[in-house]
């Protein structure tokens, strides 16, 4: 168990049966062997009979299972890890990412430029557990997933979920849930009765959560051919490690702070790092009691923050994808930027066959950095732009992988000629899911500071570390097209 954690605090939080905790931490019953999430309904137990862990797989490795009833797998994951920048944080998001399924600990340390025993050090002295252990748990819910929401043969489930063999993944499903795949299948919650091959999840966010802003916002900005609104449902294309895939995205019907994904996969062991894309495209992490109540107390956000609470900074599922585009945007409209972004769309990798009106994923950098742009209609320096990112991209000379060290990352689109202080902002905010970012010189922002009473973009310090969020707040006062819920009415300047 970390350090970190203070009991008094968590037990708190754990008899309260605070949901705002959920994710943040585990709560381990010495008396029934199991773990829980915060606001577990069962009896809260005796403070003297628990013990608190950062990670599911902390306590998986502490002997205890899986409470079957609150199953704290499927809460929010812990937004520390997105606003943290140490190594740390970002061995987290890789992990969750699928780095090491899909290279081991070594592919893991050297993405993070450690060597592997740093890396276990640093892991185990901070979570009690090294990075084996944090994939065996995220192996442990993907099969879950899978075992509740398909009638795919145990065998596969297995192989799909990453275990080695099918021995392994018996005895983990043993280990956490304290049953076999079979009663686990047989206590199943709302299996998927939609189309074959499709795959049908529920996406638990913190309250508020606004989906419908979420995916309006996303919807407004689609491009055609990789992504589609159609008013309630945000589609897109995810390019994944073992071919592209479709995700259908729409607030849950039950009206919580969740939100429904139909997956449609070119291969099962996809699924871990299509759900962390989705949730990072989402915001589903975020800590909004944490970022309303310090923006909330300043008096130029405050209206704005009661009018929205819980307001979030949807991303993108790739950050190299988000920097191409933010280039392509620089200067023109939305609709502008979303025609240009859909005449690259035949360099990516096509779908087997189209979903609706989807047809490619986004190009990789190696498909773009010699690719022939004189027909996408971008000017020369433009162009320029889009082949040297695209190149620093594939040489790996920039990288934007949800390890990577945010400061370097910034720094190195700055080298790139044509790209400035604002995309680079940008690529941080949408791309790299930084929560402490803003814009500098962004037109809407200078409008709307305008109109609450300040024209100086460094007042936007005191906002720190949440400047992401007041962003969008900010943005909504501008171009309220872009959100559901309406802003209070501040009389904005006719130009900037």
């Known amino acids: 168990m970390t350090e970190a954690l203070d009991h008094e605090r968590c037990y708190r939080a754990v008899a309260g049966r605070?949901?705002?905790?959920?994710?943040?931490?585990?709560?381990?019953v010495h008396t029934t062997g199991i773990y829980c999430r915060p606001s577990c309904p069962a009896r809260t137990p005796l403070?003297?009979?628990?013990?608190?862990?950062?990670?599911?797989?902390?306590?998986?490795?502490?002997?205890?299972?899986?409470?079957?009833?609150?199953?704290?797998d499927a809460v929010p994951g812990s937004p520390e890890w997105d606003v943290r920048a140490d190594v740390v944080a970002r061995a987290m998001r890789l992990i969750a990412d699928g780095e090491v399924e899909r290279s081991g600990v070594p592919g893991l340390a050297a993405r993070l430029g450690y060597s592997e025993r740093q890396l276990h050090r640093l892991l185990v002295g901070e979570l009690g557990v090294g990075p084996l252990a944090l994939a065996r748990a995220q192996r442990a819910?993907?099969?879950?997933?899978?075992?509740?929401?398909?009638?795919?043969?145990?065998?596969?489930?297995?192989?799909?979920?990453?275990?080695?063999?099918?021995?392994q993944f018996n005895d983990t499903v043993r280990e956490v849930f304290a049953c076999t795949p079979t009663a686990l299948r047989s206590t199943r919650r709302g299996a998927d009765g939609g189309a074959p091959g499709w795959l049908t999840l529920r996406l638990a966010a913190r309250a508020p959560y606004d989906a419908a802003e979420v995916l309006l916002f996303l919807g407004a900005h689609a491009v055609p051919g990789l992504e589609e609104w159609d008013g309630t449902t945000f589609s897109?294309?995810?390019?994944?490690?073992?071919?592209?895939?479709?995700?259908?995205?729409?607030?849950?019907?039950?009206?919580?702070?969740?939100?429904?994904?139909?997956?449609?996969?070119?291969?099962?062991?996809?699924?871990?790092?299509?759900?962390?894309r989705c949730r990072r495209l989402l915001d589903l992490d975020a800590d909004p009691a944490a970022v309303d109540e310090l923006l909330g107390a300043d008096p130029a956000l405050a209206?704005?923050?009661?009018?929205?609470?819980?307001?979030?900074?949807?991303?993108?599922?790739?950050?190299?994808e988000l920097a191409i585009r933010a280039v392509l945007g620089q200067q023109v409209s939305?609709?502008?930027?979303?025609?240009?972004?859909?005449?690259?769309?035949?360099?990516?990798?096509?779908?087997?066959?189209?979903?609706?009106?989807?047809?490619?994923?986004?190009?990789?950098?190696?498909?773009?950095?010699?690719?022939?742009?004189?027909?996408?209609?971008?000017?020369?320096?433009?162009?320029?732009?889009v082949h040297a990112l695209a190149a620093a991209l594939a040489d790996g000379d920039i990288a934007?992988?949800?390890?990577?060290?945010?400061?370097?990352?910034?720094?190195?689109?700055?080298?790139?000629?044509?790209?400035?202080?604002?995309?680079?902002?940008?690529?941080?905010m949408r791309g790299l899911a930084d929560p402490d970012v803003w814009l500098p010189g962004d037109l809407a922002l200078r409008r709307s500071l305008t109109a609450l009473g300040s024209t100086d973009d460094e007042a936007a310090t005191r906002w720190r570390p949440w400047r992401s969020y007041a962003v969008m707040?900010?943005?909504?006062?501008?171009?309220?097209?872009?959100?559901?819920?309406?802003?209070?009415?501040?009389?904005?300047?006719?130009?900037?």
């Open 141 to 167: 819910q993907t099969a879950r997933v899978l075992v509740e929401t398909t009638e795919l043969p145990m065998a596969d489930v297995a192989f799909a979920a990453g275990f080695a063999s099918i021995r």
């Open 334 to 385: 939305v609709a502008g930027a979303r025609t240009l972004t859909a005449r690259l769309l035949t360099a990516g990798p096509p779908l087997a066959e189209p979903v609706g009106s989807l047809t490619h994923a986004f190009p990789r950098p190696t498909a773009l950095a010699d690719a022939d742009l004189s027909a996408v209609g971008l000017t020369g320096a433009r162009r320029r732009t």
């Open 473 to 496: 707040h900010l943005w909504a006062l501008a171009v309220p097209s872009l959100f559901t819920r309406p802003t209070p009415p501040i009389s904005l300047p006719r130009s900037a």
């Open 236 to 276: 897109r294309v995810l390019d994944l490690p073992r071919g592209p895939a479709v995700v259908r995205l729409s607030p849950a019907p039950d009206g919580g702070a969740a939100v429904t994904a139909r997956l449609r996969l070119s291969a099962l062991r996809d699924l871990g790092a299509a759900v962390t």
């Open 47 to 72: 403070a003297r009979n628990v013990s608190f862990f950062t990670t599911a797989a902390a306590a998986q490795g502490a002997g205890f299972r899986a409470c079957r009833r609150c199953r704290p």
């Open 18 to 28: 605070d949901a705002r905790f959920d994710g943040w931490f585990f709560t381990a």
């Open 303 to 320: 209206p704005l923050v009661a009018a929205a609470p819980g307001r979030r900074v949807p991303a993108s599922p790739d950050a190299a």
């Open 400 to 428: 934007l992988d949800p390890g990577a060290d945010r400061e370097e990352a910034g720094r190195a689109l700055l080298a790139v000629p044509g790209i400035g202080p604002w995309t680079a902002a940008l690529v941080a």
